[in-house]
């Protein structure tokens, strides 16, 4: 009986490893069987529901299965947001997916809302981030200005947030130690988004701080892109000036 654990434990793995790519079916088959046989022998273990619902809709992109064994652990553990935070990743996978319906945006929002009301299991600036990225997706696939306008504004008052959490004492937490947190990032990779969110917004001055404050920090391969954005803002303050 203390194989079922073990192989769950190994079957955490299998996912976190594979979470930004595909994992050999063989692979995934084979965590699939570890949680269901740790399940068997502990079936009120809301972590390992949790965690096979990661596999469900990040690795088998089977977003039914995930949404039941999250309602399962949300049962285990009501007081646990973390249940919630992954029915919201669920809603906002499915949104850019072929299974796509009209309730994904809404259902992922009330989830994430939830649970930052007490974010138990969780973070508060992960929810944020997720959030952020929730309004950004949002706004990417709306065909209407104002719409689109809205949802970006959202968008980077959410990652100003985490930014200045992130500054301060705040940490995502544990990001790669569950499955389905949030990846760890790098504050480079928001300022960079909120300097293009700022150059859709024209708010030129805003995206020119934010690339300037990317560049100190980021990579070479993205200094083209920072530099690029840099000289666009001051192009646009240079045409518009203030009165």
Request: proline share 5%; no cysteine.
């Amino acid at each position: 009986e203390s194989i079922a654990p073990t192989g769950a434990t190994e079957a955490t793995r299998i996912v976190t490893r594979y979470r930004h790519g595909p994992a050999p079916k063989a692979t995934a088959n084979r965590a699939d069987n570890y949680y269901a046989a740790a399940l068997r022998l502990n079936p009120h273990d809301a972590r390992w529901w949790q965690n096979w619902a990661v596999l469900d809709y990040e690795v088998f992109l089977d977003y039914a299965a995930a949404e039941t064994k999250l309602q399962r652990a949300q049962t285990e553990d009501p007081t646990n947001a973390r249940s919630l935070v992954l029915l919201g990743n669920v809603a906002t996978a499915r949104m850019i997916s072929p299974q796509e319906n009209d309730r994904d945006f809404s259902a992922a929002l009330d989830y994430y809302s939830q649970a930052l009301n007490s974010p138990v299991g969780t973070s508060a600036i992960e929810i944020k981030l997720l959030l952020g990225n929730l309004w950004l997706q949002r706004g990417t696939a709306s065909k209407d200005a104002v719409a689109q306008n809205s949802s970006y504004r959202m968008s980077a008052d959410l990652f100003e947030q985490v930014i200045s959490a992130t500054d301060s004492t705040a940490t995502l937490g544990e990001p790669d130690e569950q499955p389905g947190s949030a990846a760890k990032f790098e504050p480079w990779t928001l300022q960079r988004t909120l300097s293009q969110l700022y150059m859709s917004l024209q708010q030129y001055e805003q995206a020119g701080q934010y690339a300037a404050l990317a560049l100190a920090s980021a990579p070479q391969s993205q200094h083209e892109l920072l530099l690029q954005l840099q000289a666009a803002s001051a192009a646009q303050l240079l045409a518009n000036p203030r009165p």
